[in-house]
């Protein structure tokens, strides 16, 4: 088996690791519909600022994911310190997908987007944890986190 290659997307290279033609054609379809963005092969889908979407290997959905990525992109998404940032540009990015979801004849899977949303939504829950005493912190715009019983007593 030939090992997955990361790359500039190509249907070929799409093909290679492991894609159909159907979903190479959907990909390299939606590259030229956003010309304006860099459409990569790599290990994870992803969207890196400020216009590089990142196609990952092949899974349940990979074009709605696909074009979850291409959402942050339009949304023009940039790191956030602010963790509660994050979750907002997530939710923003996947009610974005369903729009664009409904124009490229994609099928939404609300389950999937509830999962993605829910594993930011623990992450959101366990950095906001205080590791001491274990009351839900907050956090400043400088992206540090206070707990204010333990902050207040020391
Ligand atoms: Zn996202
Ligand atoms: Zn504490």
Not at 111 to 137: F, M
Request: glycine share 4%.
């Amino acid at each position: 088996m030939i090992p997955y290659q990361c790359g500039d997307f190509s249907k070929e290279l799409a093909i290679q690791n492991g894609y159909s033609l159907e979903q190479a054609k959907f990909f390299d379809e939606l590259r030229q519909y956003y010309l304006q963005y860099r459409f990569r092969l790599g290990r994870k889908f992803a969207f890196r600022p400020p216009k590089t979407i990142v196609i990952g290997p092949p899974e349940p959905f990979s074009e709605l994911l696909a074009l979850h990525e291409v959402s942050h992109a339009i949304c023009e998404h940039r790191d956030f310190r602010m963790d509660v940032e994050r979750l907002k540009m997530e939710v923003q990015a996947w009610e974005k997908a369903k729009e664009l979801a409904l124009q490229h004849g994609i099928e939404v899977n609300e389950e999937l987007i509830q999962q993605e949303l829910d594993t930011y939504r623990d992450w959101l829950h366990q950095k906001s944890r205080c590791p001491s005493c274990g009351l839900t912190r907050f956090q400043t715009s400088d992206g540090i986190y206070h707990c204010p019983r333990c902050e207040s007593f020391s």
